[in-house]
């Protein structure tokens, strides 16, 4: 299990309002205990924060907001202390257009970094090259008044896309993976793997009901090219290095393209996992399908939520507590590789922003705000008295009230891990569906272990299983033999889900 940590919010130890790396060491305990094999950390590299450390300045240097090269050896060196791997996002599909190599690009055609980012004369009415629409908002190209030339950015006007048919490009990103490679970084989580190479021809895009689909600025089949490039450097290195794609696609055969035949990514993330609705009977379509597609020797990737998408706890569950148990004890009962978002081992809700404090051009500051050590003022996050850059949520959910309390969710959350660890046929052992029906999708792992979660109204109960039972969302039924017909109950029936306007994923 990867524990995932928004840097700016993890920890402050200089008292200046935001995490730092050093704030990540003086926590690495916490990480530890819960019992994860590592962490990643969303971009530490420069930024001037257009969209918060994913428009890059230099990929080969800290920020100086968190920190130095020095801080993330001594991470790297706690952490190995503690048996735990550091993995780094790396950003590859864009630069921040205040890069130097943008700088040079915009600055004329003859520029010996022109090539190095996707531009296109104007169409025949001065408009955009083709009909290519940007990830978050408007057209993915921008006219460069000073050059006549418009160029592709598939996120931000601030994000130009990097020309990935270059040579040089591909050269220079196979530096900047062994420059933190060689520090003994275990490995990167690649942004936005599925992008990076555009069509040539600059085909438009085919239309459809709700927008455009991405034939042709997204998976083009050259990315595999890189991908399997990349495998061979992280396979050179002793220990192996891993490669973790965010692969947001929307349907599951695209994604599962990405592991190739076991010589591309290592993991890619199963979106439709994360972005479907907290369904039995959706999320059992969706495994069911990974388990069918997935290569034989590879496993899926599942997260629960991430920096880009409202927090499990308010998305899936409405901030109902029972409701945040039965998600924990089903993810952690997954096969595959399993990354948990800081924060949501206490259940953590989005959190309200009031709108002179919002800072993310698209709206996912909810689930970025800084994590909750302690009920006092800071949050345990930063000093008494100083001012996070993004706002505390309620404090009451905090880790050190949670430690205390072996009934709460962080502790169910631990005891989950630990059995996921302890158990090995919960880590290995094959998924096989046991029941499907109404609120109720339980399966089996291996030959031992069955699972059941009731997402349903209805009280629901299994037959056929015998044993005891290991963990249970009440805590007064673990070790509890089972005497079958097993019950499940529902969640309360007050429970309201979040309407589809409240609940947003950032892209589906
Ligand atoms: C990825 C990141 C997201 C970022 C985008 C553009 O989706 O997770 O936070 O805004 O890429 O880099
Ligand atoms: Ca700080």
Redesign the pocket.
Known sequence: MLYQIYPRSFADANGDGIGDLRGVIERLDHVAWLGADGIWLNPITVSPNA??G?DVVDFCAVDPELGTVDDLDALVAAARDRDLAVVLDL?P??TSSEHPWFVASRSLRESPKRDWYVWADPASDGGPPNNWVS?FLGPAWELDEKTGQYYLHN?LVE?PDLNWWNAAVRAEFERILRFWLDRGVAGFRV??AHMLVHDQELRDNPLATDGQTQRYNSNHDEVHVLYRRWREVAESYDPPRLLLG?T?LPGVPEIVSYYGADDELHLAFDIPFTLSPFDAGALREVVEETEALMPPGSVPCYTLG???VNRFTTRWCGDDPEQVRVALLLFFCLRGALVLYYGDELGLPDTRIPSARRLDPIG?DPERTPMHWADESGGGFCPPGVEPWLPLGDLTINVADQRDDPGSVLHLTRDLISLRRAERELRDGAYATLVAGGGLWAWRRGERCVVACNLGDEPATLDNVDGEIAVCTDRARDLDACITPVGCRPGPASKELPTPGACRPTRC
């Open positions: 969209d918060w994913y950003v599909n864009h990830t996120f994000q942004d936005v965010e947001f991430n920096h880009d996912r």
